[in-house]
């Protein structure tokens, strides 16, 4: 059953990504990144109260663990949507989704400390040829984008530890909080985010942001994305968490990443014209190797 939840929660993440992508072309500033984010996250809470109604769950957190758990997830999240925006405007897209699969090791490792998860062999083989893999990659953005520098390289691999992180989060839900709704944690994440990100958007306020026209301008160009991204955001995580009450971390996480990888190669060849090269194919490849790897 775990499986099913996860495929769907793959072609969630790959509408999100796709709407990612399309939303960097309007955000050139760290704030109207988040002025952005800010309203994929509005779309995120709408589609998580509708949720809890289909399903009839409750909205009322269980315990103040899991309040502090949305409100860790909503803090780790924030940083990473604002990051991974600026991640895709500054080199390939593959390459960002690759360095987002490298945040498979941060939460393989926080869950082998933390639930005695056990790490094989081939678990650490499987790292070693995905951290090959974002190598790979990497030569391969420069070919296509340009000399890929040290803050881009920076910035992707915070994505990555954020996205790990994040992930782990969601496992700490699912083993600390029994009987939870997963529904109401992942709402009250987004809603979490959402509040964020606004106070981030008013405090730091930019020039883009002075008249009007400009907000107007940001707010049309990003909010069908927005919503996109909002909706498929909140079904993605939705259902993650649930996959994640029947697999192990070392299977959820990688698997999910080794699936999603060349679903965003496609959507990077047709929709965003980025050309598979030898090289990209190389590093498509290695990466489902890693996953098989650690899958084994």
């Known amino acids: 059953m775990g499986y099913i939840y996860l495929v769907f929660s793959v072609l969630a993440g790959a509408l999100n990504a796709f709407g990612s992508k399309k939303q960097s072309n309007f955000t050139s500033t760290v704030t109207s990144a988040a002025f952005s984010s800010f309203m994929r996250m509005a779309a995120s809470v709408l589609t998580g109260a509708l949720l809890i109604f289909a399903t009839e769950e409750t909205y009322a957190l269980s315990s103040g663990a899991t309040a502090l758990l949305a409100l860790a997830s909503a803090a780790v999240f924030s940083a990473y949507v604002i990051l991974w925006i600026f991640s895709v405007r500054r080199g390939a897209f593959m390459l960002s989704s690759v360095f987002v699969m490298m945040g498979v090791v941060v939460t393989v490792g926080l869950s082998a400390v933390f639930f005695q998860e056990k790490i094989t062999v081939l678990h650490i083989l499987g790292l070693a040829v995905l951290i090959a893999a974002s190598l790979v990659m990497c030569s391969y953005s420069s070919e296509i984008k340009g000399r890929i520098t040290v803050t881009s390289i920076i910035i992707l691999i915070l994505c990555g530890a954020l996205s790990g992180i994040y992930d782990f989060l969601q496992k700490l839900f699912v083993a600390m909080v029994d009987n939870a709704s997963s529904a109401a944690y992942n ?6 985010t959402g509040i964020i990100l606004g106070i981030f958007t008013i405090v730091f306020n930019r020039p883009v942001f002075k008249g009007e026209e400009k907000l107007s301008s940001v ?15 909140l079904l993605c995580y939705y259902l993650k968490t649930i996959a994640a009450k029947y697999l192990p971390s070392a299977v959820i996480y990688p698997m999910y990443q080794g699936i999603i990888l060349p679903l965003m190669s496609v959507v990077s060849a047709v929709f965003f014209k980025e050309k598979i090269t030898v090289k990209s194919a190389i590093g ?13």
């Open 187 to 192: 709402f009250y994440t987004y809603l979490f």
């Open 219 to 233: 707010f049309k160009n990003t909010l069908p994305y927005a919503v996109l991204m909002g909706i498929s955001t």
């Open 284 to 296: 498509i490849a290695l990466a489902i190797v890693s996953v098989c790897l650690i899958n084994m």
